[in-house]
């Protein structure tokens, strides 16, 4: 039997990850803890909480999280329980008037989670007691933070800043990092899939599929104009060089992101932003990729397209934002199939990890060394 420690490997030699990461539960608990709780790992996306006052409730991986903007307009993540006595605070989306209530005995924080009111606390009408002071009793905040509109959370607090963890992808795109304007309602949608989270993005990290399972895609988006990206930390995927929309018969082109080098004209990247973002960036819109796991067999992806300006949210553009959703939402169906696909085949008892091509799959090798260094990582930490 190969194990994780053959993934750390030269790709040559190496071999994926083994089949019990997918398949088995035990490996699906650990993988929570030493993966996605000791690092950035994505939620949900901010426009789920657009104004002052909105809430949104994340279940992360049986963790319950609440996403508040706040009244400067920031997002905030707390644990979604109670201090009293540890009710969950709020089960659906929404936007509040007033402070965050506990339906149970109507304790009330402010949107920075400070603990405000507790009702009849002492006895009838009195609102307060010795014994409990506000100022000790607030939510308990999770460490987040922003990027494209992609709310991460450390849970374990023990990773390094974001901006530290994700320097060098933050280099490379820092020509993209300006406002994004949500598309709206058809610019988003949910997939989902009976695999495993992993496998999603080993797909989405190498292009080599291209011509067999996106046959119109690649007659204008071939292989051969494709490069792989392989970061340091945390990030890979691939490019295109030959990015070049046409979203409507009349000559209108969406407004593109500004300044940007003359590279962008023609080029558009896909990341896979370590361990559970997809990424996409092209000079006229952006897309993100929430991968959310449901447990080892189902796998839920939040798509969320974003465009350049305001002007690109108005009518005249509708019918161009509903066809470029419309493209995505194609091509990321048809990868449902391979998938799906993959996770069936983890099942057979001798499959051994397979081989990657050292030319075309270096991206998706280097996600399964990421995974491997932290399930192993941990595991000696211990
Ligand atoms: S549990 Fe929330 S107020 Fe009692
Ligand atoms: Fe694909």
Redesign the pocket.
Known sequence: MHSIKDVLQPIEQARGLPSHLYVDDTATAEERERVFFSTWSAITHGKNAPDPGSVMPVDFLGMPLLVVRNKQGEIKVFENVCRHRGMRLVDAPGKLKGPITCPYHAWAYDLDGALKATPHVGGANIHHHDNIDPSEMGLNEVRSHVWRDVVFVNINENAEPFEVVHQELLARWQEFDQPLYHGGDDSGFTLKLNSNWKLAID??CESY??PF??PDLNTYSRLEDHYNIVGNSGFAGQGTLVYNPSLSDDGRSFPNFSGLDQKWDQAAEYIALFPNVLLGVHRDHAFSIVIEPNGHGETVEHIEIYYPTEDCLTADYADMRAKNAELWHV??E??IG?VEGMYEGRKAKRYDGGKFSPVMEEPTYKFHYWIAEKMLASEAAE
């Open positions: 797909n989405y599929h291209l399972v996106h091509v990321f048809e990868d391979v």
